[in-house]
Protein backbone atom coordinates (compact mmCIF):
# COMPACT_ATOMS: atom_id res chain seq x y z
CA UNK A 1 0.00 0.00 0.00
CA UNK A 2 2.80 2.14 0.76
CA UNK A 3 4.46 1.76 -2.49
CA UNK A 4 1.47 2.40 -4.51
CA UNK A 5 0.70 5.57 -2.70
CA UNK A 6 4.43 6.93 -3.54
CA UNK A 7 3.43 5.91 -6.95
CA UNK A 8 0.09 7.88 -6.94
CA UNK A 9 1.94 10.87 -5.59
CA UNK A 10 4.69 10.95 -8.09
CA UNK A 11 2.11 10.49 -10.82
CA UNK A 12 0.44 13.92 -9.45
CA UNK A 13 3.94 15.27 -9.13
CA UNK A 14 4.43 14.25 -12.71
CA UNK A 15 1.28 15.85 -13.92
CA UNK A 16 2.13 19.20 -12.29
CA UNK A 17 5.95 19.11 -13.47
CA UNK A 18 3.98 18.68 -17.13
CA UNK A 19 1.83 21.62 -17.03
CA UNK A 20 4.59 23.84 -15.12
CA UNK A 21 7.16 23.51 -18.49
CA UNK A 22 4.93 25.55 -20.31
CA UNK A 23 5.29 28.30 -17.77
CA UNK A 24 8.38 28.58 -17.76
CA UNK A 25 10.00 29.79 -21.10
CA UNK A 26 12.30 27.91 -22.70
CA UNK A 27 16.01 29.27 -23.52
CA UNK A 28 17.13 29.19 -27.13
CA UNK A 29 20.67 28.50 -26.39
CA UNK A 30 22.09 25.08 -25.19
CA UNK A 31 21.72 24.53 -21.21
CA UNK A 32 20.79 22.24 -18.82
CA UNK A 33 17.49 21.38 -17.31
CA UNK A 34 17.28 20.99 -14.13
CA UNK A 35 14.23 20.63 -12.13
CA UNK A 36 13.77 21.17 -8.38
CA UNK A 37 10.55 20.69 -5.90
CA UNK A 38 9.57 22.99 -3.51
CA UNK A 39 8.14 21.29 -0.25
CA UNK A 40 7.20 24.19 1.21
CA UNK A 41 5.92 27.96 0.42
CA UNK A 42 7.52 29.62 3.70
CA UNK A 43 10.53 31.97 3.45
CA UNK A 44 12.71 29.06 3.91
CA UNK A 45 11.68 27.68 0.58
CA UNK A 46 11.48 30.65 -1.00
CA UNK A 47 15.41 30.59 -2.34
CA UNK A 48 15.09 28.45 -5.77
CA UNK A 49 12.54 30.50 -6.80
CA UNK A 50 13.73 33.82 -5.84
CA UNK A 51 17.02 33.03 -8.06
CA UNK A 52 14.89 32.44 -10.92
CA UNK A 53 13.23 35.90 -10.05
CA UNK A 54 16.88 37.28 -10.11
CA UNK A 55 17.35 36.34 -13.97
CA UNK A 56 20.53 33.94 -12.15
CA UNK A 57 20.09 30.19 -13.95
CA UNK A 58 20.98 30.98 -17.38
CA UNK A 59 24.00 32.64 -16.04
CA UNK A 60 25.23 29.59 -14.60
CA UNK A 61 23.95 27.81 -17.53
CA UNK A 62 20.50 26.17 -16.44
CA UNK A 63 17.14 25.87 -17.62
CA UNK A 64 15.83 25.33 -14.28
CA UNK A 65 12.16 24.71 -13.53
CA UNK A 66 11.14 25.26 -9.71
CA UNK A 67 7.79 23.68 -9.20
CA UNK A 68 5.82 25.21 -5.98
CA UNK A 69 4.17 22.40 -4.88
CA UNK A 70 4.35 23.12 -0.93
CA UNK A 71 3.73 19.64 0.15
CA UNK A 72 6.77 18.08 1.82
CA UNK A 73 4.80 14.75 0.63
CA UNK A 74 4.60 15.09 -3.12
CA UNK A 75 8.10 16.26 -3.03
CA UNK A 76 9.60 13.41 -1.16
CA UNK A 77 6.94 11.16 -3.42
CA UNK A 78 8.58 12.89 -7.07
CA UNK A 79 11.86 12.81 -5.94
CA UNK A 80 12.11 9.27 -5.00
CA UNK A 81 10.42 9.03 -8.49
CA UNK A 82 12.86 10.81 -10.44
CA UNK A 83 10.49 13.08 -11.62
CA UNK A 84 13.05 15.87 -9.91
CA UNK A 85 16.61 16.50 -9.50
CA UNK A 86 16.28 17.96 -6.29
CA UNK A 87 14.10 19.14 -3.42
CA UNK A 88 13.82 21.83 -0.94
CA UNK A 89 12.11 21.15 1.89
CA UNK A 90 12.09 20.68 5.42
CA UNK A 91 13.96 17.26 6.41
CA UNK A 92 11.89 14.80 8.57
CA UNK A 93 10.37 12.37 5.95
CA UNK A 94 13.71 12.09 4.49
CA UNK A 95 15.70 10.90 7.29
CA UNK A 96 12.73 7.79 7.40
CA UNK A 97 13.25 7.50 3.68
CA UNK A 98 16.77 6.87 4.07
CA UNK A 99 16.71 5.23 7.40
CA UNK A 100 14.39 2.49 5.29
CA UNK A 101 17.04 2.25 2.62
CA UNK A 102 16.46 4.73 0.27
CA UNK A 103 19.63 6.90 -0.27
CA UNK A 104 18.83 10.31 -0.21
CA UNK A 105 21.36 12.96 1.16
CA UNK A 106 21.08 16.47 2.46
CA UNK A 107 23.16 18.63 0.30
CA UNK A 108 22.92 22.78 1.57
CA UNK A 109 21.05 23.45 4.24
CA UNK A 110 19.14 27.02 3.71
CA UNK A 111 18.32 27.45 7.37
CA UNK A 112 20.31 26.30 10.08
CA UNK A 113 17.53 27.28 13.10
CA UNK A 114 13.76 26.76 13.68
CA UNK A 115 11.92 29.46 12.80
CA UNK A 116 8.49 27.93 14.42
CA UNK A 117 6.65 30.05 16.94
CA UNK A 118 3.81 28.69 18.91
CA UNK A 119 0.78 31.09 18.26
CA UNK A 120 -2.43 31.19 20.90
CA UNK A 121 -4.99 33.88 21.04
CA UNK A 122 -4.05 36.68 23.34
CA UNK A 123 -6.25 34.95 26.99
CA UNK A 124 -3.65 32.08 26.68
CA UNK A 125 -0.49 32.89 28.79
CA UNK A 126 0.83 29.63 29.27
CA UNK A 127 1.54 26.31 28.42
CA UNK A 128 -0.03 24.98 31.37
CA UNK A 129 -3.60 26.15 29.97
CA UNK A 130 -2.98 24.00 26.57
CA UNK A 131 -2.57 20.84 28.42
CA UNK A 132 -5.48 19.42 27.02
CA UNK A 133 -5.74 21.71 23.90
CA UNK A 134 -6.23 20.94 20.60
CA UNK A 135 -2.55 21.97 18.45
CA UNK A 136 -3.27 21.87 14.53
CA UNK A 137 -0.75 21.02 12.17
CA UNK A 138 -0.61 21.22 8.79
CA UNK A 139 0.30 17.34 8.71
CA UNK A 140 0.12 14.69 11.25
CA UNK A 141 3.50 13.31 9.39
CA UNK A 142 5.13 16.90 8.88
CA UNK A 143 7.83 18.53 10.47
CA UNK A 144 5.53 20.95 12.88
CA UNK A 145 3.77 17.66 14.52
CA UNK A 146 7.37 15.87 14.74
CA UNK A 147 8.51 18.99 16.25
CA UNK A 148 5.59 19.48 18.90
CA UNK A 149 6.08 15.68 19.78
CA UNK A 150 9.81 15.60 20.41
CA UNK A 151 10.82 18.78 21.96
CA UNK A 152 7.83 21.16 22.67
CA UNK A 153 5.54 18.82 24.63
CA UNK A 154 8.80 17.28 26.08
CA UNK A 155 9.95 20.75 27.59
CA UNK A 156 6.80 22.04 28.84
CA UNK A 157 5.83 18.65 30.57
CA UNK A 158 2.96 17.97 28.49
CA UNK A 159 3.58 14.63 27.12
CA UNK A 160 3.10 13.72 31.16
CA UNK A 161 0.45 13.24 33.26
CA UNK A 162 -3.52 11.70 32.25
CA UNK A 163 -4.58 15.21 30.14
CA UNK A 164 -2.45 15.67 27.34
CA UNK A 165 -3.19 18.20 24.40
CA UNK A 166 -4.50 16.71 21.02
CA UNK A 167 -2.33 16.93 17.74
CA UNK A 168 -4.88 17.56 14.29
CA UNK A 169 -4.31 17.92 10.77
CA UNK A 170 -5.66 20.76 9.50
CA UNK A 171 -4.17 20.91 5.73
CA UNK A 172 -2.12 23.55 5.85
CA UNK A 173 -0.30 26.64 7.92
CA UNK A 174 -2.63 28.98 7.03
CA UNK A 175 -6.26 27.15 7.73
CA UNK A 176 -4.75 25.84 11.27
CA UNK A 177 -3.66 29.18 12.10
CA UNK A 178 -7.22 30.92 10.93
CA UNK A 179 -8.64 27.56 13.20
CA UNK A 180 -6.62 29.17 16.03
CA UNK A 181 -8.72 32.74 15.51
CA UNK A 182 -11.70 30.97 15.34
CA UNK A 183 -11.29 28.87 18.05
CA UNK A 184 -11.54 25.76 15.99
CA UNK A 185 -8.21 25.13 17.40
CA UNK A 186 -5.75 26.29 20.66
CA UNK A 187 -2.69 26.58 18.95
CA UNK A 188 -0.45 25.75 16.42
CA UNK A 189 3.15 26.33 15.10
CA UNK A 190 3.51 28.76 12.78
CA UNK A 191 6.73 29.98 10.44
CA UNK A 192 8.29 33.48 10.62
CA UNK A 193 6.33 34.90 7.75
CA UNK A 194 2.96 33.14 8.76
CA UNK A 195 3.53 34.53 12.64
CA UNK A 196 4.01 38.43 11.15
CA UNK A 197 0.87 38.11 9.11
CA UNK A 198 -1.26 36.62 12.01
CA UNK A 199 -0.29 38.49 14.32
CA UNK A 200 -2.00 40.81 12.28
CA UNK A 201 -5.36 38.88 13.38
CA UNK A 202 -4.44 39.02 16.59
CA UNK A 203 -2.45 35.79 17.72
CA UNK A 204 0.66 36.22 19.77
CA UNK A 205 3.67 33.78 20.19
CA UNK A 206 3.42 31.61 23.49
CA UNK A 207 6.89 30.58 22.52
CA UNK A 208 9.17 31.81 20.38
CA UNK A 209 11.94 29.67 18.52
CA UNK A 210 15.01 31.09 20.73
CA UNK A 211 12.19 29.37 23.93
CA UNK A 212 13.33 25.45 22.39
CA UNK A 213 16.57 26.40 20.58
CA UNK A 214 16.41 23.56 18.41
CA UNK A 215 18.56 22.95 15.30
CA UNK A 216 16.35 22.43 12.37
CA UNK A 217 16.85 22.30 8.15
CA UNK A 218 15.55 23.41 4.99
CA UNK A 219 17.66 22.73 2.32
CA UNK A 220 18.12 20.82 -0.81
CA UNK A 221 17.62 17.05 -0.84
CA UNK A 222 18.43 14.50 -3.28
CA UNK A 223 19.10 11.24 -4.19
CA UNK A 224 22.98 9.80 -3.91
CA UNK A 225 22.97 8.55 -7.72
CA UNK A 226 21.58 12.23 -8.79
CA UNK A 227 25.25 13.59 -6.69
CA UNK A 228 26.84 11.53 -9.71
CA UNK A 229 25.10 11.81 -12.26
CA UNK A 230 23.96 15.69 -12.01
CA UNK A 231 27.05 16.90 -10.18
CA UNK A 232 28.10 20.17 -11.78
CA UNK A 233 24.05 20.88 -13.11
CA UNK A 234 24.10 20.44 -9.36
CA UNK A 235 26.75 22.79 -8.16
CA UNK A 236 25.47 25.67 -10.73
CA UNK A 237 22.28 24.96 -9.27
CA UNK A 238 23.75 25.82 -5.67
CA UNK A 239 26.04 28.66 -6.59
CA UNK A 240 22.36 30.63 -8.20
CA UNK A 241 21.28 30.18 -4.52
CA UNK A 242 24.33 31.54 -3.03
CA UNK A 243 23.92 34.81 -5.68
CA UNK A 244 20.44 34.63 -4.79
CA UNK A 245 21.36 34.99 -1.08
CA UNK A 246 23.41 37.43 -1.43
CA UNK A 247 21.48 39.98 -3.11
CA UNK A 248 19.20 39.07 -0.28
CA UNK A 249 21.44 40.76 1.83
CA UNK A 250 23.02 43.55 -0.21
CA UNK A 251 20.17 44.58 -2.34
CA UNK A 252 16.96 45.13 -0.10
CA UNK A 253 14.78 46.90 -3.09
CA UNK A 254 15.37 44.15 -5.16
CA UNK A 255 15.00 41.53 -2.85
CA UNK A 256 11.52 42.89 -1.77
CA UNK A 257 10.18 42.91 -5.38
CA UNK A 258 10.90 39.33 -5.44
CA UNK A 259 9.84 38.64 -2.36
CA UNK A 260 6.50 40.48 -3.40
CA UNK A 261 5.91 38.40 -6.07
CA UNK A 262 6.70 35.00 -4.22
CA UNK A 263 4.62 35.88 -1.74
CA UNK A 264 1.70 37.32 -4.37
CA UNK A 265 1.49 40.42 -1.70
CA UNK A 266 1.20 44.15 -2.20
CA UNK A 267 2.26 44.54 1.39
CA UNK A 268 5.70 46.74 2.02
CA UNK A 269 5.92 46.99 5.25
CA UNK A 270 5.69 43.07 5.48
CA UNK A 271 8.22 42.23 2.47
CA UNK A 272 10.66 44.33 4.38
CA UNK A 273 9.88 42.64 7.68
CA UNK A 274 10.57 39.19 5.34
CA UNK A 275 13.81 40.81 3.66
CA UNK A 276 15.10 41.89 7.19
CA UNK A 277 15.03 38.33 8.42
CA UNK A 278 16.00 36.52 5.24
CA UNK A 279 19.49 39.16 4.88
CA UNK A 280 20.06 38.38 9.20
CA UNK A 281 19.44 34.60 8.97
CA UNK A 282 20.78 33.31 5.79
CA UNK A 283 23.68 31.76 5.22
CA UNK A 284 26.07 32.03 2.29
CA UNK A 285 28.01 29.17 3.34
CA UNK A 286 25.69 26.64 3.12
CA UNK A 287 26.98 23.56 4.34
CA UNK A 288 24.86 20.73 6.26
CA UNK A 289 25.96 20.17 9.66
CA UNK A 290 26.01 16.79 11.64
CA UNK A 291 23.39 18.55 14.65
CA UNK A 292 20.73 19.41 12.29
CA UNK A 293 20.18 15.87 11.28
CA UNK A 294 20.86 14.67 14.90
CA UNK A 295 17.16 16.80 15.34
CA UNK A 296 15.67 14.91 12.49
CA UNK A 297 16.98 11.71 13.90
CA UNK A 298 15.53 12.52 17.39
CA UNK A 299 11.66 13.32 15.31
CA UNK A 300 11.79 9.66 13.88
CA UNK A 301 9.89 6.72 14.98
CA UNK A 302 12.34 4.31 12.57
CA UNK A 303 14.19 2.31 15.86
CA UNK A 304 17.20 2.63 13.43
CA UNK A 305 17.30 6.34 14.24
CA UNK A 306 18.78 4.96 17.78
CA UNK A 307 21.90 3.78 16.04
CA UNK A 308 22.15 6.21 13.26
CA UNK A 309 25.54 8.31 12.10
CA UNK A 310 24.36 11.83 10.67
CA UNK A 311 27.26 12.50 8.89
CA UNK A 312 25.84 9.57 6.29
CA UNK A 313 22.69 11.55 5.48
CA UNK A 314 24.78 14.22 4.40
CA UNK A 315 27.17 15.09 1.08
CA UNK A 316 28.61 18.50 1.45
CA UNK A 317 31.19 17.75 -1.12
CA UNK A 318 30.01 20.27 -3.73
CA UNK A 319 29.73 22.89 -1.39
CA UNK A 320 33.58 22.30 -0.36
CA UNK A 321 33.84 22.24 -3.90
CA UNK A 322 32.54 25.84 -4.30
CA UNK A 323 34.41 26.78 -1.38
CA UNK A 324 37.39 25.88 -2.36
CA UNK A 325 37.13 27.60 -6.10
CA UNK A 326 36.36 31.01 -3.50
CA UNK A 327 33.47 31.32 -5.23
CA UNK A 328 31.50 32.65 -1.99
CA UNK A 329 34.62 35.15 -1.15
CA UNK A 330 33.05 37.77 -4.05
CA UNK A 331 30.07 37.70 -1.92
CA UNK A 332 31.37 37.98 1.91
CA UNK A 333 32.53 41.44 0.26
Partial sequence: MAHRSVNFWAGVALVILTLSQGLYPQEVFS????????GGTGTRHAIPVLAATFGLYPKYGLDATI???????????????????????????????????????????????????????PEVTSMEQLRSGKFAVPGLGGGYAHMLRTFIFPKYGLDKGAKQPTILSAGDTPSALGGVVNRQYDAA???????????????????????????????L??????????????IQFIKAQIEAISIIKKDPTKARAALKSYFRSSDDDLMAEYQNYLAAKLPLV???????????????????????KPEEFIDNSMVDEILREGFVKQFEQ
Wanted: with cysteine.
Fill in 67 to 121: VRIGSGTVATAALLGSEADVINTSGPALINARLAGTPVLYVTNFSDWSDAHLLVR
Fill in 31 to 38: VEKFVCIL
Fill in 189 to 219: LASYENYMAFRKKGLKALVAPEDIAVKWYTG
Fill in 286 to 308: TRVNTDNIKSLLLTSTNPAANNA
Fill in 221 to 234: ITLEKKTKERRRAM
